[in-house]
């Protein structure tokens, strides 16, 4: 079985100043990993991806994200905040091989981005 | 281009009836996924399309509920008998599975039952 943790509920940042997201995956074989933003009342927008290659992957909206195998971690990362990103943010698996093409959420972090 | 559509935005229902949800998935995309969202639940998983293929009822909660596309292309998600526990958000997402693999979600149908 495949699963995610993100283990900050809320992460509260100033402006300005870089962020951080965290995500731990757990999945049989390679993943495939995914950062998806969702603003109030509206559907799921995908940020970014990783599916092979290299490990700093980047994405929309400057947003960018450090796979790193050892430590099964997806974080996704920006290096200046702005008040805009404050949104709710998922991170996603999927198992590379198998039948199985659904993705498994994390429970998603709420991020507030203070002026 | 047009992304994926949901129809209704927004529906609310007595508990017993029957609901049909619609989803309309970006026009070329082979593989279409029906997702559920609820403050308890979190994201879960119900069905997934995958062109011609049987679909992947895994996720499906009960019998109470189905889906079809037909002509791999517009989805139907039905749930029969609504319970109050089937209130929740309902996201459809579509892919082109080769390829692309991220999935690409509607806006979503809120279904409160009452």
């Known amino acids: 079985a495949q699963s995610v943790a993100q283990p900050e509920d809320q992460v509260n940042v100033a402006e300005g100043n870089p962020l951080t997201v965290k995500c731990t995956y757990s999945?049989?074989?390679?993943?495939?990993l995914f950062w998806y933003v969702q603003y109030p009342n509206r559907g799921l927008q995908f940020l970014l991806k990783?599916?092979?290659?290299?490990?700093l992957v980047k994405g929309s909206y400057g947003f960018e994200a450090e796979f790193n195998k050892s430590q099964t971690s997806f974080h996704l990362k920006k290096p200046s905040a702005l008040v805009s990103d404050s949104a709710l943010y998922f991170c996603?698996?999927?198992?590379?091989?198998?039948?199985?093409?659904?993705?498994?959420f994390g429970s998603g972090t709420q991020l507030t981005v203070l002026p | 281009g047009a992304g994926v559509s949901q129809s209704p935005s927004n529906k609310v229902t007595e508990k017993g009836k029957d609901v049909e949800l619609r989803c309309d998935p970006i026009?070329?995309?082979?593989?279409l996924y029906w997702y559920r969202q609820s403050l308890g639940q979190g994201l879960e998983f119900l069905i997934y399309?995958?062109?011609?293929?049987?679909?992947?009822k895994s996720g499906l909660p009960s019998d109470r509920f189905s889906a079809e596309r037909t002509g791999g292309s517009v989805s139907t998600l039905t749930i029969q008998r609504t319970q109050q526990e089937d209130s929740a958000v309902y996201l459809c997402?579509?892919?082109?599975?080769?390829?692309?693999?991220?999935?690409?979600f509607g806006p979503g149908t809120r279904l409160t039952v009452t």
């Open positions: 997402a579509s892919s082109l599975e080769v390829g692309g693999y991220e999935q690409y």
């Open positions: 999945v049989s074989g390679n993943p495939y």
């Open positions: 990783y599916i092979t290659g290299d490990n």
């Open positions: 996603a698996v999927r198992a590379s091989s198998g039948s199985a093409r659904q993705l498994t």
């Open positions: 026009s070329g995309h082979t593989a």
């Open positions: 399309f995958q062109g011609n293929s049987a679909p992947d």
